[in-house]
């Protein structure tokens, strides 16, 4: 079974300054991945996913994720936050021919000025 | 174009009542979702319609709870009757394809 792991329960951030957020992910075949954000308030909006090709994607509001095969990891990352990017982040994979997502238990980051 | 929409935003009701929750997918996609996070859980998958076909509802924790897609177009939820563990977000979602899965906002629910 595919699996999840967002190991940062909570981050603080100050605004400006960048932002990573680690998911490693458990599963055999090439995985189909994704980032999305709850804002408070709001449904779960996608930020960019990952089937194939280049493993750095680029995402809406700045966000980037790289692929790394070999770690098992999809981390988002944004070189500078700012404070609306404060919200809920939610990893998520499923396989190629499947449509149900596993998601991560998500990190919650704050955003101080 | 109108995104996924849910309703009831919120809801507020004793145990042992019912709940019916209404989704409606964006206009053309096939596949429509439900999923719910608790309290402090992870956001779980519960089922997964094709058009008005349930092609897997694997993840459904029990008979309380029943959900349908007549005509394949909106999807409803429905707990009966209600328990406080079943207090949580239930998300909807629709995708054309497996590449976008676009989520609702939603719908909130407690059971106290």
């Known amino acids: 079974a595919q699996s999840v792991t967002q190991p940062d329960i909570h981050i603080t951030v100050s605004e400006g300054a960048s932002l990573e957020l680690r998911c490693n992910y458990s599963y055999g075949a090439t995985p189909y991945l994704f980032w999305y954000v709850q804002s408070p308030g709001q449904g779960l909006q996608l930020l960019l996913k990952?089937?194939?090709?280049?493993?750095l994607v680029q995402g809406i509001k700045g966000f980037e994720a790289e692929f790394k095969r070999s770690q098992s990891s999809f981390n988002l990352r944004k070189p500078s936050v700012h404070w609306s990017d404060a919200a809920e982040y939610f990893c998520?994979?499923?396989?190629?021919?499947?449509?149900?997502?596993?998601f991560g238990a998500g990190t919650t980051v704050t955003v101080r000025a | 174009e109108a995104g996924v929409t849910q309703f009831p935003s919120h809801s507020v009701i004793e145990k042992g009542q019912t709940v019916t929750l209404r989704c409606d997918p964006i206009?053309?996609?096939?596949?429509l979702y439900w999923y719910r996070r608790v309290m402090g859980k992870e956001i779980k998958f519960l089922l997964h319609?094709?058009?008005?076909?349930?092609?897997?509802e694997s993840g459904m924790p029990n008979n309380r709870f029943l959900a349908e897609r007549t005509g394949g177009t909106y999807s409803t939820l429905k707990v009966q009757p209600a328990e406080l563990e079943d207090s949580g977000v239930y998300f909807c979602?629709?995708?054309?394809?497996?590449?976008?899965?676009?989520f609702g906002e939603g719908s909130w629910l407690t059971v106290v």
């Open positions: 979602a629709s995708s054309p394809s497996v590449n976008t899965i676009y």
């Open positions: 319609f094709v058009k008005e076909s349930k092609q897997d």
């Open positions: 998520a994979v499923t396989r190629s021919n499947d449509y149900k997502l596993s």
């Open positions: 990952y089937f194939s090709g280049d493993t």
């Open positions: 206009s053309g996609h096939d596949n």
